[in-house]
């Protein structure tokens, strides 16, 4: 794997695991690297916080940066919403998720 690489764990809607690689260089957020794989996550606002169909479920141990404001109150009129859920696009590609894993959520947000 490249330097500048690393490892996404994604599940989709059907519970098939796509370890997909994910530049850690080019400032990508998990909803970009999940559509450039063509895995179905809409990201219709194109990753503004500002709808909620990148939403994924976090499944691994990773600490990720809090919650902003603006994906609380997305989340907060998303469907399928658990503890665990957060929305793709804000959730920047860097060395500290190498190996995350993520359930994407039923469609319908």
């Known amino acids: 794997m490249a330097d500048n690489t690393i490892t996404v764990n994604i599940i989709d809607r059907e519970g098939i695991t796509h370890e997909l690689e994910a530049p850690t260089d080019m400032n990508m957020n998990i909803m970009e690297v999940c559509r450039s794989y063509e895995l179905p996550v809409e990201g219709r606002c194109g990753g503004m916080a500002m709808c909620a169909t990148c939403q994924c479920y976090l499944e691994s141990?990773?600490?990720?940066?809090?919650?902003?404001?603006?994906?609380?109150?997305?989340?907060?009129?998303?469907?399928?919403?658990?503890?665990?859920?957060?929305?793709?696009?804000?959730?920047?590609?860097?060395?500290?998720?190498?190996?995350?894993?993520?359930?994407?959520?039923?469609?319908?947000?």
């Open 61 to 109: 141990d990773h600490d990720l940066p809090e919650q902003t404001d603006s994906e609380l109150d997305m989340l907060d009129e998303a469907f399928f919403v658990e503890d665990n859920s957060r929305l793709g696009c804000q959730i920047q590609i860097t060395d500290n998720i190498d190996g995350i894993k993520l359930r994407l959520a039923p469609e319908g947000n």
